[in-house]
Antibody, heavy 118, light 107 residues
Framework: QLQLQESGSGLVKPSQTLSLTCTVS??????????WIWIRRPPGKGLEWIGY???????YYNPSLESRVTISMDRSKNQFSLKLNSVTAADTAVYYC??????????WGQGILVTVSS | SYELTQPPSVSVSPGQTASITCSGD?????YAWWYQQKPGQSPVLII????KRPSGIPERFSGSNSGDTATLTISGTQAMDEADYYC??????????FGGGTKLTVL
């Protein structure tokens, strides 16, 4: 059974960089059939995609966040990561990692709450 | 920019049918995906490719598409179906996007 687990700092100061890692178990992130995505949900709001990375390493970012986002993968650790710089209170959200299979987000992590506050 | 529009809220009585719509200019050319999210939980895929159910999703959940509108239908709605529902589509198979979400209340 595929499992995804987010980890990282739950509290980030304004203007600093948010860093999260998603550890995948039960399957390989190098599989050609899948991409890997970060999605967030701010309090009281809906889901917002942040960006995703294909198995070959190419990345696609939400245009509204593109200037601040970097997604990368570490095949040796079966992990992929999110960095979001210059954060503000508007970046406070539950952050999810998920697998993209045939255009569906079929497996999700449990989510991690990240609060931006001084 | 391309958007998906959902009603903010839908109410239904137990045992009745709930319909949640998702409108978008390109839905006539592409599929919709639907996700259910209960409080404190991660979203769950409940419909893919517009009409298909993943294994383990009850048959009371169904999806359809007519023109620029995709519809999620829940037949015989149960109290456990109370949740937020999101439609999702792809723009040129490169950029995903979500509808704003619909809060389903089972009264």
């Amino acid at each position: 059974q595929l499992q995804l687990q987010e980890s990282g700092s739950g509290l980030v100061k304004p203007s600093q960089t948010l860093s999260l890692t998603c550890t995948v178990s039960g399957g390989s992130i190098s599989s050609g059939a899948y991409s890997w995505i970060w999605i967030r949900r701010p309090p009281g709001k809906g889901l917002e995609w942040i960006g995703y990375i294909r198995h070959i390493g190419s990345t696609y970012y939400n245009p509204s966040l593109e200037s601040r986002v970097t997604i990368s993968m570490d095949r040796s650790k079966n992990q992929f990561s999110l960095k979001l710089n210059s954060v503000t209170a508007a970046d406070t959200a539950v952050y999810y990692c998920a697998r993209v299979a045939s255009l569906a987000f079929d497996y999700w992590g449990q989510g991690i709450l990240v609060t931006v506050s001084s | 920019s391309y958007e998906l529009t959902q009603p903010p809220s839908v109410s239904v009585s137990p045992g009745q049918t709930a319909s949640i719509t998702c409108s978008g200019d390109k839905l006539g050319d592409t599929y919709a995906w639907w996700y259910q999210q209960k409080p404190g939980q991660s979203p769950v895929l409940i419909i893919y490719h517009g009409t298909k159910r993943p294994s383990g999703i009850p048959e009371r959940f169904s999806g359809s598409n007519s023109g620029d509108t995709a519809t999620l239908t829940i037949s015989g709605t149960q109290a456990m179906d109370e949740a937020d529902y999101y439609c999702q589509a792809w723009d040129s198979s490169t950029f995903p996007l979500f509808g704003g979400g619909t809060k389903l209340t089972v009264l």
